[in-house]
Each structure stands twice: as C-alpha cells, then as structure tokens.
C-alpha cells in the first residue's frame, strides 16, 4: 500500500526530479502578482525554489539530478507520430522565460541538471535510472506522471511530492493492476488523450489490465485475440474486434509510452553528487527577481546541512 512519504536521510539514494510537473504546478498555484524589479512574472519560480528547498532541507539527499522538458514539438516521438502532444497548447509567454531562470537556481544549488532537444525529461530520468541500478545506486523519481511509473525497480521509489505519497514496486502493481515492467504496454492499449496517444478505442483501464493479466504483454495480447471473446469480462467480443482493427495504432502507441534508456548523456550516479549552494549567486538570484528572506534563510540552512562539499 502506498504510503506517506518518510524519506531517509543522508543514505545514497539517486532522487531524480521531474522538474516541468513542479514548475507547471508553481505556474497555476502562486499568484502571477509574483514579479521582478522588471515586472516580468517569476510566480513559477518562487514555487519551484519552495520545492527544491523543501526536499533537500527535509531529505538533504547525497546526489540529485533535476530534468527539463524542451523538446515539445523535437522530440524523436514527433518523428514516430507528428500528431503526438499536438493537442497541448504552447506554454504562455510568462511562463516561458521562467524555464530558464529554474535552470539557473538548480544550479545555483548545487544540483546537477539536464535537458534534450530530441528527447524527453522522461527519457533522462529513465537512463539516469538504469544507470543507477546497474551500479546498484536505488532511485527516488520525484513526480506526478503515471507514465515514469514503468522506470521502478524492486529497490526504487516513485514520489509524488506533491501529495507527499511513495509508492514502491508492489504498490505500483496494486494501483494500476500491472507491474511496473508492464506500465508501457498498459498505456499503449488505453492510449493517452493528454499526450495524444491513440491507444484503442474500448479498451480502458480494467480491461487494459485484464488483457495483460492473461496474456502479459501487448505482443502476447495481439497473439491471442481468438480467446479474448471466452474472457468473462464486459463486451469482450468487442474489445477483440477493436483490437484487430487498432493493431497498428496499439504498436505505435507502445513506441511513444514507452522510455528511452539509453538516450546518450554523459553522465551516471557519480556524476550527480551535490555541491554546496552558492550562497552569492542565490542571494543575488533572489534579490533580482524580489524573493524575500525566508527563501535566503533556508538556502543558508540548506548549505549548512548540505552533506557533500
């Protein structure tokens, strides 16, 4: 059962943030009235700066990677399928500028961070994260996107930080009725209608899950569509037809739910030790853009407890 977030301290845990769900969420939460000395809106920021001072004062990790979307329309899925995230509006113009300011105060921290033209945040957590397990380093994935779910290990953690919920292994196959192995395959027969995936048309979570319950994967679904009509679940015989008739949009689909691994990135777990906060660059970071002490005075606890020089 998922949990309420108690996080260890101090022990070499890779935490891996998806940063774009935390900013997004700053954006519509904080009050746009946030500006700097220009009158140009920082609101996204402010709360992004209260989210990562947040987990490195509660968690104070050992070594952190932070990863930022920036290929909304580039992305090597564009290229599969140009119609994917088409239906997303751009982000608007206030926002837009505060992308590059969050980069900054990540750095600022101390923190490692990363961004693609061609692939997604997801992609550089999912790599980062098969890197880690080969090194035998367990992760914490810090978002609120189902689709990262597929990324967990045995030894792993996904956080919704903003519900202040853990969920492990187990959990994960307890809440969506498929192990996280299987997360790809299950998104791809219910497609995704906030990232424009197509999926197939009848198949939604329950059935998505049955389907994989019997016959485990999307390969061993299509494998065997004569016996998904004998399956004692409602309109059976239809999902069978749809899927023979949605074949070819179930496999595309699996190729856009499904994360890239091995995107090339030169880093691994030993290159995302944190350093210490440059406390110069946040008090003058801070001072432009009009943030008030309480955010300087935890950056100072936070370089007082950092536990890596």
């Known amino acids: ?67 930022f979307d920036e290929s909304l329309e580039t992305s090597y899925r564009n290229e599969i399928y140009p119609a994917y995230k088409a239906n997303r509006e751009p982000a608007p113009a206030e926002l837009k500028g505060q992308f590059a300011l969050c980069r900054q105060l ?20 999912g790599t980062l994260t098969v890197r880690a397990r080969a090194e035998g380093v367990p992760v914490t994935i810090a978002s609120r996107d189902k689709d990262l779910t597929q990324l967990v290990g045995r030894q792993d953690t996904y956080w919704d930080a903003v519900a202040d919920v853990r969920y492990g292994y187990d959990d994960i196959a307890e809440r969506f009725g498929v192990v996280p192995e299987r997360m790809a395959d299950f ?12 999926g ?13 319950k019997h016959f485990d994967t999307l390969p061993g679904v299509f494998e065997n569509l004569a016996a998904i009509p004998k399956l004692k679940f409602r309109n059976a015989a239809f999902v069978a037809q749809s ?67």
């Not at 954006?27 to 920021?45: C, L």
């Not at 197939?200 to 994989?212: F, H, N, S, Y």
Request: hydrophobic share 45%.
């Open 187 to 198: 998104l791809a027969l219910m497609g995704d209608a906030v990232d424009n995936i197509p």
């Open 243 to 309: 899927l023979e008739e949605h074949r070819e949009a179930a496999f595309l689909s699996r190729q856009l739910t499904g994360i890239a691994c091995d995107m090339p990135l030169v880093a691994g777990p030993g290159d995302l030790e944190r350093r210490a906060p440059d406390l110069a660059a946040i008090d003058e970071f801070y001072e432009r853009l009009g943030f008030g002490r309480l955010l300087r005075e935890q950056a100072r606890r936070i370089a007082r407890g950092c536990p890596v020089t």
């Open 1 to 67: 059962m998922a949990r309420a977030a108690r996080l260890p301290q101090n022990r070499r845990v890779l935490y891996l943030v998806d940063a774009s769900v935390f900013i997004f969420r700053a954006w519509y939460s904080v009050p746009i009235e946030f500006v700097d000395r220009d009158g140009n809106p920082v609101n996204a920021v402010h709360g992004f700066a209260r989210f990562l001072g947040d987990l490195l004062e509660r968690v104070a990790p050992t070594h952190v990677a932070v990863a």
């Open 200 to 212: 197939v048309p009848g198949v939604g979570r329950k059935t998505a899950a049955t389907l994989l």
């Open 106 to 125: 990540v750095r600022a921290l101390g923190l490692a961070e990363f961004g693609s033209s061609r692939y997604e945040a997801d992609d550089i957590i």
